[in-house]
């Protein structure tokens, strides 16, 4: 099982949800709010004359529990979805997860996911 975590522009958050919704083996997924900076260390922006560095971004993540093989799928919806052309338009991390339990039912793994 892997965790595909998907670091995304705010804007783009509800259809790359729709995306993921559709996909046959849909089971779930966790939304986050958080700040961040990639190869560029935030933008410069301008106000009142004055230039100032704005180095933490706001960017939602998107995680996505699936197995092994639902990867690629997970991978291709977001980037189709989340995609602009423009810098900043995110990143996706994708890692192992060890153990899944559904709590009402004490089912594992992959039957929980
Ligand atoms: N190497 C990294 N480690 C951890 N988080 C990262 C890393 N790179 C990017 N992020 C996270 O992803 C968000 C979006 O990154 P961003 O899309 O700007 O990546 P980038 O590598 O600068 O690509 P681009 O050149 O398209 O902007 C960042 O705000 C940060 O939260
Ligand atoms: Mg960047």
Redesign the pocket.
Known sequence: MKQVKA??QPDKLDEVREALKKLPFYGGLMISE???????GGITQSWRGEKFQVD??P?V?IDIVVRDEDVEAVIDAIVRHARSG??????I?VYNVERVVRIRTGERDEKAI
């Open positions: 670091v995304i958080l700040t961040g900076q990639g190869t560029q933490l971004i960017k993540s423009e810098i900043g338009d995110g990143k991390f």
